[in-house]
């Protein structure tokens, strides 16, 4: 390909150079823009196949879109089709389909996996946020949480990222509770009762100096 774009170009300045044929000259030009754009094309195609699921996925969600996809995701958690708190090979293809025929055609597993991701995370924030605090309820007409405005200063204060939540809605937050609660409960005490037994280890292992007797470690 190379060698014929430069055997393109020497012919391009020969003819330039030797006569000047304007309709000959622009059958060369436009042969070499052709060529040009192929090659970009090319190039473009090949470094989004290396990019491979980088590639940014600009699919627009709506709020209907999103609450047919915690159903269809909810259906296959309650049919057990999950691994470690997430969807298997087969739920993801499950969800795809039924999505297909609520007439969400376009949407792929892809679609499905980041859109996923964006609601857990989303979801999780809230969830770490406001669990165990007092003082606030979610309002299920505005889709927000609510306190008293001192409580709202407080809290802000602690954690400013906090703020945004005072005024943004999380929708289907039941939904994604129900999806995600008891594997966020589980996860985290699971970490909890880990950094207890090792706290009780670390604490077996203490020995004052100053006591006369011989330490035996425990087995």
Same mark, same amino acid.
């Given at each position: 390909m190379t060698n014929i774009v430069l055997a393109c170009c020497i012919l391009h300045?020969? =003819?330039? +150079?030797?006569?000047? #044929?304007? $309709?000959?000259? @622009?059958?060369?030009?436009r042969e070499l823009m052709e060529e040009d754009m192929d090659t970009m094309s090319t190039q473009v195609r090949e470094e989004d196949y290396r990019e491979g699921s980088n590639i940014r996925d =600009? !699919?627009?969600? !709506? #709020?209907? /879109?999103?609450?047919?996809?915690?159903?269809?995701?909810?259906?296959? @958690?309650?049919?057990g089709n999950r691994v470690d708190g997430n969807g298997t090979a087969q739920a993801y293809n499950n969800i795809v389909e039924s999505l297909k025929? $609520? +007439?969400l055609i376009s949407i792929t597993k892809y679609n499905v996996k980041n859109r996923q991701k964006s609601l857990k995370d989303r979801w999780r924030e809230v969830h770490d946020l406001f669990s165990g605090l007092s003082g606030f309820t979610r309002d299920e007409s505005t889709k927000r949480f609510t306190a008293e405005p001192e409580v709202w200063d407080d809290l802000i204060k602690a954690k400013p990222y906090a703020a945004k939540w005072k005024v943004n809605p999380i929708r289907y937050?039941?939904? /994604?509770?129900?999806?995600?609660?008891?594997d966020r409960a589980t996860g985290h005490m699971a970490r909890t009762t880990h950094q207890t037994r090792k706290n009780i280890s670390t604490q077996s292992l203490r020995v004052d100096l100053n006591d006369?007797? #011989?330490y035996i470690p425990e087995e």
């Open positions: 300045n020969f =003819f330039r +150079g030797v006569e000047n #044929d304007d $309709s000959l000259l @622009a059958d060369v030009d =600009f !699919t627009k969600w !709506t #709020d209907d /879109m999103d609450f047919r996809l915690l159903i269809a995701m909810l259906e296959e @958690a309650r049919l025929q $609520s +007439g937050y039941d939904l /994604m509770e129900e999806l995600w609660g008891v006369d007797v #011989d």
